[in-house]
């Protein structure tokens, strides 16, 4: 940083530092002095001769090269026989990168012997600070609306409280979309998170967990309609943090949660 010597810094206060940079989306370090690229080679020195590929060879490799995320991701998740196994077996999880920019795992909130179990996105950076899903400003009107139709996640009775995870347990840093590939090898684990809570219906909130859970995307068309996801009877609706820039379709949102309620009446 100009005109700050890091030397003299504390190492706390390097810390603080660097979880500023994180909170601000910096995911790349760059150097002190410009790097001229004009001046790099134009070709880049190539590795030498691959080496024949004999079975000695084949053993001989680091198992890395070898290790499939999705894979990986199956056999945690199918490993984990509690909610708190499926946790720690998240936490250790080493292939999504998505767990370098983030603070902690967000796993859960509220109950999870509940009816309802809502998925949402991804967390942001309040419940990254916090470690529990729905706790910033999409959260608190989350929470608002379900007060209306007479649920909480605080609700001590399974009938009226909620349990409430998200797609991905880690925040992206600066709020990106998440890719394919980190979706793909976090879906196992929500997977076997659906199977251990093993609610009665899923509210699948938002386009990217519609996506993931339905392979389809069109949130506004597919809100309010019982779909099934994971085996499991499962309504879109439109993401809390939506509503926020666009008040006008909380009257679409107040639709869905009534007829979830209807369902939850009718089969109670
Ligand atoms: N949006 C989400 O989808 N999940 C959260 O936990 C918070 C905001």
Known sequence: MPGMDLDDLSPDALRALL??????GVDEALTETP???????EKMPQPAAAA??????VQAAPADEAVDPVTEAERAAAAAATLEDLRAAIERYPHCDLRLGAKQVV???????ARVMLIGEAPGRDEDRQGKPFVGQAGQLLDKMLDAIGMSRHADDPGRSLYI???LPWRPEGNRDPTVEETAMMLPFLRR???LA?????????????FALLGRRGITKMRGQWLEA???????MLHTAYLLRQPHAKRQAWEDLLRLQDRLEAKA
């Open 52 to 57: 024949p590929l004999t079975p000695a060879a």
């Open 35 to 41: 790097v001229d690229r004009f001046a790099l080679p």
């Open 165 to 167: 995870t998200n797609l």
């Open 107 to 113: 796993f859960s909130d509220g109950d999870p012997r």
């Open 193 to 195: 998170h659906v199977e």
């Open 230 to 236: 994971m085996g499991k009877p499962a309504m879109p």
């Open 198 to 210: 093993d609610p009665e219906v899923l509210i699948l909130m938002g386009n990217h967990a519609c």
């Open 19 to 24: 979880e500023w940079q994180r909170e601000m």
